[in-house]
């Protein structure tokens, strides 16, 4: 399933890559921003993802990238000390330190919402609440498919309002079988 012809226009209309700041909701729309730049701009081609990260992200020491991938194979790459773009075999995710989780969340939800048309079939498939490490975390997710497809992708955002948390949101883009 190539959705590139699909996404893509609605990724060039959609949020823009800002200036870094410093605020929880400006963090959140800087994250969503490098998302669409390097997740979902290059959707199943990590090898283009990481292209654009070298220009403007560092790669992670191994030391930090092994505890972030956890056995997996990929690639960790930070900017401002706020993001990191996990990529791995399976997805492509942005993380931020601190992000306002509700902003995060929207912006997920509208990403979602511009997706819609005709021949893409776009559902909420998680909206759930769990305790974890350092709080509560609210994972709410979409997925797209074509009619009759075996596989689609996922569109997830993991977020926390709680400061004590290492990482308070997560956007991830991974495919899925249907």
């Not at 963090?27 to 220009?55: E, H, Q, V």
Request: positive net charge; contains cysteine.
């Amino acid at each position: 399933m190539n959705f590139t012809r699909i996404i893509i226009p609605v990724i060039l209309s959609s949020l823009s890559f800002v200036s870094l700041a410093s605020g929880a909701a400006e963090n959140a729309d800087i994250a969503m921003g490098i998302f669409l730049d390097s997740c979902a701009t290059n959707y199943g081609k990590n090898a283009d993802s990481s292209r654009w990260a070298a220009s403007h992200m560092t790669r992670a020491n191994p030391e930090f990238s092994s505890k972030i991938l956890r056995g997996q194979s990929g690639e960790v790459w930070g900017a401002a000390g706020n993001y990191l773009l996990v990529l791995t075999i399976n997805s492509c995710a942005v993380w931020s330190r601190r992000a306002d989780a509700k902003k995060v969340n929207a912006n997920v939800e509208k990403l979602a919402q511009k997706l819609a048309r005709p021949g893409l079939e776009v559902k909420k498939f998680i909206d759930k609440t769990s305790e974890g490490y350092g709080g509560q975390y609210r994972q709410y997710g979409f997925q797209f498919s074509v009619p009759k497809a075996t596989q689609g992708m996922i569109l997830l955002a993991t977020t926390t309002e709680s400061p004590t948390a290492e990482v308070q949101a997560r956007i991830t883009l991974s495919p899925v079988k249907l």
